[in-house]
């Protein structure tokens, strides 16, 4: 029981971004991840929100793995910023760089995680 438990908590994100767009044009470019993201990030709880969201959290924590595995740290997220919270931040770094929005979405994460909170010298 508790393994199916498990496999239904784990698929639900996925049944939630399988109802719109492919999930696969959040990560194409800033220009798709605006044109998906941007109105659902201002404007509270949505379908559409909840798949910008389960997308950013999987590439987070996809940059977590990274760190992980190579002790490599990429950028120094305060303790208690929400998903929500860097949603914003990457979105203000895509729209105050419209000259980068042809780049892959997860390459624009980074480098604005990086610039609004760049990793603590030893």
Known sequence: MRHMLLALLLCLPVMAVA???PVEDLAKSGDDYLRI???PI???YSDRALECLVWMDGVL???KAYEAGSYVKLFDVP???TTEQLQKVVAKYMKDRPMRLHYRTSALVLWAL????PPKKK
Request: glycine share 22%; net charge negative; proline share 0%.
């Open 42 to 44: 201002q404007g509270g």
């Open 19 to 21: 109802q719109s767009e």
């Open 79 to 81: 303790d208690g910023v």
């Open 114 to 117: 990086r610039d609004a909170y």
């Open 61 to 63: 924590n996809g940059f």
């Open 37 to 39: 993201c941007e109105a």
